[in-house]
């Protein structure tokens, strides 16, 4: 039997701690529907292998904790970074892909600079680019437009280099100038956690959000509203995410998928970042209406939008089962900016 949701929220810091250190295949750990009523959440990868030291340090999932009822969700895949790295001339079905003007919510864009640094390096393949999704457009407090997406997208994972590094809309293996359609300008740095990090070592360094922020040129038309064709409502204000509330977003892989938010105030880790592996915490999950995929590589940056148009989140990470998105209100406020 399930419990009020504010007794779990008191019990939520025991829970991730019991829950990770309970078993190293878990990766999630919140607040999710039970019965009538709420419960945790654990989210585990049954398909990871781990080390025998930690394998052997593995104890007995507890079924509750503090009379709070645990559910364990079993996948497959670990929690990963919906980033994409496809050839630019693939063909694709999604007309997020393609290149728009004026700009909108939901396209693809990439960081030409970043891109090719990173080729140079050896780190991506010559006829590669790493892609993500234009979430929405914000407002900085100098009164510049900017577009909002991830610092895994717009600044490659705190690589970024801010007032230089080119975006472009849709992409392309060198820079092009009529793809032009933002400069990075700010991003919230991701912190990196030690290899053996665990809640409750008190060793973990909790991350908030991955976002970025990039001015767009001033020659550049853009509207707040996705395309014409999805016929939705355009994002306008904020909301805060709750347990049941229907969802949709639009990505440049998937493009438009609805969805149901099943947890909250959600701890997510280790996820593989080029600085190392990150946590963060007070996050949200969506699943996808009728076991659809909700999102997947190169969605990263979508905006988490309600059914009336209220942004709740942006759209990070996943494993093929769940999404895991960051509150948009504390991507606002770490980014010192506003919805347009």
Not at 230 to 249: E, I, M, N, Q
């Amino acid at each position: 039997m399930g419990v009020p949701f504010h007794v779990c929220k008191e019990s939520l810091d025991l829970a991730v701690d019991d829950l990770f250190d309970a078993d190293p295949q878990i990766q999630a750990v919140g607040i999710a529907r039970h019965e009538n009523a709420f419960g945790f959440k654990a989210v585990k990868n049954t398909a990871k292998i781990v080390a025998n030291a930690a394998a052997s340090h593995a104890k007995r999932i507890p079924k509750t904790i503090k009379k709070v009822p645990v559910v364990i969700d079993s996948v497959t895949s670990d929690i990963e970074p919906h980033l994409m790295t496809p050839h630019p001339l693939a063909a694709s079905f999604i007309p997020e892909q393609q290149q728009h003007r004026p700009l909108a919510c939901g396209l693809q864009v990439q960081n030409v600079d970043d891109d090719d640094r990173q080729r140079q390096a050896g780190a991506l393949g010559q006829n590669l680019i790493i892609i993500g999704t234009l979430g929405c457009f914000v407002r900085r407090v100098s009164g510049q437009v900017a577009v909002l997406s991830n610092n895994h997208v717009l600044a490659g994972e705190n690589r970024g280099q801010k007032g230089t590094d080119r975006i472009l809309q849709p992409g392309n293996l060198t820079f092009a100038a009529n793809q032009h359609i933002a400069t990075l300008t700010d991003f919230v740095v991701l912190q990196p956690s030690p290899a053996n990090a665990r809640p409750a070592k008190g060793n973990v360094v909790y991350n908030s959000v991955d976002a970025a922020v990039a001015d767009v040129e001033q020659s550049i038309p853009f509207t707040q509203a996705f395309l014409p064709t999805r016929s939705l409502p355009g994002p306008h204000g904020t909301a805060s995410p709750k347990v049941g509330d229907r969802v949709f977003k639009v990505g440049r892989t998937t493009g438009l998928t609805h969805g149901t938010i099943t947890a909250v105030g959600i701890v997510v880790g280790p996820i593989a970042y080029d600085p190392g592996n990150c946590w963060f915490n007070q996050q949200f999950e969506i699943v996808g209406d009728n076991g659809i995929l909700f999102s997947d590589h190169g969605d990263s940056g979508s905006v988490i939008v309600s059914t009336t148009g209220e942004v709740i989140g942006l759209l990070y990470a996943g494993n093929g089962t769940q999404t895991y998105a960051c509150p948009i209100d504390k991507v606002l406020i770490d980014l010192n900016c506003s919805l347009v």
